[in-house]
């Protein structure tokens, strides 16, 4: 098992930055790849960014690549998404996961943390 905390969030406004964290524990955090989703009201859970175990590789959705950075630090089991240039779309609540293996699809991350809300205002 590995639990996930999520911190983090938020309201800010439009133009803003935030920094979320993902807090690990349980199994060996650098063990699994970390993603980090996002789920609007009405909406299906979508793919924000992913990071491998050791940090050496990284993916984003279209939607915040450029003004978001995903990172981790193994050392204190602890995963980051820097987000900047925040826009009204991006309010969601934000979760982290983890995997075994790398993956920009929900279905293929085994742990997840219960969310944090963003919202950011126009």
């Known amino acids: 098992q590995v639990q996930l905390v999520e911190s983090g969030g938020g309201l800010v406004q439009s133009g803003g930055s935030l920094r979320l964290s993902c807090a690990a524990s349980?199994?060996?955090?650098?063990?699994?790849?970390m993603g980090w989703f996002r789920q609007a009201p009405g909406k299906e859970r979508e793919f924000v960014a992913a990071?491998?175990?050791?940090?050496?590789?990284?993916v984003y959705a279209d939607s915040v690549k450029g003004r978001s950075t995903i990172s981790r630090d193994n050392a204190k089991n602890t995963m980051y998404l820097r987000m900047n240039s925040l826009k009204p779309e991006d309010t969601a609540v934000y979760y982290c996961?983890?995997?075994?293996?790398?993956?920009?699809?929900?279905?293929?991350?085994?742990?997840w943390g219960q969310g944090t809300q963003v919202t950011v205002s126009s």
């Open positions: 349980g199994r060996t955090f650098r063990n699994y790849a």
């Open positions: 996961a983890a995997a075994r293996d790398w993956s920009t699809l929900p279905i293929e991350y085994d742990y």
């Open positions: 990071i491998s175990w050791s940090g050496g590789s990284t």
